[in-house]
């Protein structure tokens, strides 16, 4: 195998490219405890990271929902809205491409699933169809509760909203509670389930996974399956970490679909499977997540360089708010 082969093998891994941003993630939430540390009299400074916005979702979805009915930009905290907007994109463009590439969160539960697998030497245990579609309805419920509630927040509220030094400070707040043992025995009990099941949260609960995947509905790219070609071994479903059928359909617009290749890439007939834009034009697999990476980074960059990106409230008015004990006055993980 030549160099550029092996090259794009790693990059269409599975594991590369989420690799790279749940490191990255991890890095800036260190960061962000530096910075809080640094606020309350400890430690040196550090700047404060911005991308952690994205375990914000109500404040942020406020803001967003604000931003839509003409209550104008945030221009004190922006990233949330940018990593919103962002997802979206994703989801238009390469179908979950945020939930399947991006979302540490869905890194974790992925890991899980994939360690299960490995543990136990087959697939992750499928539970019978009728109690799998009900659970995954379960999601369209919640999202349906959640972006209903959003909805009806009228614009003044939010802008109240943004305005709130709590909110200014909830991604500590989360980021602290991560270490609380309650919130640690339901990641181990999340993760010990999705060994088992697979990813449950991100398939059956997850609310903004049911919001990205009916934007995903609409995707230029997909994955297609020529039927004159296929010999219906079926490797493609069974290597489906989110159980889609793909050996049935004709272009894989599944909503639990997040464009991983795994199909793709298993198929053992050329070009029966292939990812696809608009379904006409064929491209090869490893575009797929060097494409999701760089529409992400092009649109951070974007937002960076015309100063849609870092917060515009003062180091000096963080680090009052943080003294002042604001994120101590309730229990740890806040409301959100």
Known sequence: MNVLAYARQVVSSRWFIKGIFFVIFVWLCWQLL???????????????????????????FTSFIAWLKGGGWDTLLPAGLVIIIGAIVLSL???????????????????????????????????PRWLDRSAIGLRYVL???FFGWLTMVSVEEALWFRELPYMWVADIKILEGFFHPTFIAIVLLTFTVSMLLGPVWCRWLCPLGGLYSIFGLASVCTVVRDETKCVNCRKCSRACHAFVDVHTARDVRAVECDGCMDCVKVCPVDDCITPRVARKWRFPAWIWPLAVAGVWFA??????????????IPIDTFRAVIQSGLLEETTPGGIF
């Open 34 to 60: 530096r910075f809080t540390q640094w606020a309350r009299g400890y430690g040196e400074f550090v700047p404060r990271p911005e991308a952690v916005a994205g375990i914000l979702p109500i404040g942020h």
């Open 93 to 127: 463009l390469l179908k979950r491409g945020f939930c399947g590439w991006v979302c540490p969160v869905g890194t974790l539960w992925e890991f899980a699933s994939a360690l299960g697998r490995k543990v136990m030497g087959r697939g992750n245990f499928r539970p």
């Open 143 to 145: 999202a349906a509760l």
């Open 299 to 312: 649109i951070w960059a974007t937002a960076e360089l015309t100063g849609n990106w870092d917060t515009t």
